[in-house]
T-cell receptor, first 114, second 113 residues
Framework: GENVEQHPSTLSVQEGDSAVIKCTYSDSASNYFPWYKQELGKGPQLIIDIRSNVGEKKDQRIAVTLNKTAKHFSLHITETQPEDSAVYFCAASISSGSARQLTFGSGTQLTVLP | NAGVTQTPKFQVLKTGQSMTLQCAQDMNHNSMYWYRQDPGMGLRLIYYSASEGTTDKGEVPNGYNVSRLNKREFSLRLESAAPSQTSVYFC????????????FGPGTRLTVL
């Protein structure tokens, strides 16, 4: 089955700096890569996603890049703010029959220092 | 729209007790999922339902059963709870088919003593 590795497990940055979180996946059939933000005591919230036919996608201060050849994808957050502090999860997905299953990375605790 | 809702928010059980976690979605989604989240391990899929009337095992199904009651509701049952099932449980849903985006509920924090 699919295996997703995520690095780093913790990341501290100064407010205004950029943060980068990286993930690798094992199954070349994976074709959808979402990123989730999870605040303390809440469920994961989808913040950005990318499909395998796209190399880069940007939404305001957040961007995701995908390298299919190397089987890795990254989340980039620019101009970080204290409210960006949370746990971030990457995931990779294969469409299995009529359902899409996500395999998650182990998460990155991002702390933005004021 | 409430999105995905889960009950209860918190639960404490003794070893051997049983309980059912409830999940409902109002987005008219076809597919629903149950995950567990443990520290340092991300989210792991327990069971999923591609559409009403179907259920399939995920990565960690042992000790659990599910019921897709109708299109809106998907429940997770622990028949005989064990301390290893102490975790946070999340329900999620997606359109299914060509639908990609998966939406999560707020979670149920379960402790088994």
């Amino acid at each position: 089955g699919e295996n997703v590795e995520q690095h780093p497990s913790t990341l501290s940055v100064q407010e205004g700096d950029s943060a980068v979180i990286k993930c690798t996946y094992s199954d070349s059939a994976s074709n959808y890569f979402p990123w989730y933000k999870q605040e303390l005591g809440k469920g994961p919230q989808l913040i950005i996603d990318i499909r395998s036919n796209v190399g880069e996608k940007k939404d305001q201060r957040i961007a995701v890049t995908l390298n299919k050849t190397a089987k890795h994808f990254s989340l980039h957050i620019t101009e970080t703010q204290p409210e960006d502090s949370a746990v971030y999860f990457c995931a990779a997905s294969i469409s299995s029959g009529s359902a899409r299953q996500l395999t998650f990375g182990s998460g990155t605790q991002l702390t933005v220092l004021p | 729209n409430a999105g995905v809702t889960q009950t209860p928010k918190f639960q404490v059980l003794k070893t051997g007790q049983s309980m059912t976690l409830q999940c409902a979605q109002d987005m008219n989604h076809n597919s629903m999922y149950w995950y567990r989240q443990d520290p340092g391990m991300g989210l792991r899929l327990i069971y999923y339902s591609a559409s009403e009337g179907t259920t399939d095992k995920g990565e960690v199904p042992n000790g659990y059963n599910v019921s897709r009651l109708n299109k809106r509701e998907f429940s997770l049952r622990l028949e005989s709870a064990a301390p290893s099932q102490t975790s946070v449980y999340f329900c999620a849903s997606t359109e299914g088919g060509r639908g990609f985006k998966q939406f999560f509920g707020p979670g149920t924090r379960l402790t088994v003593l």
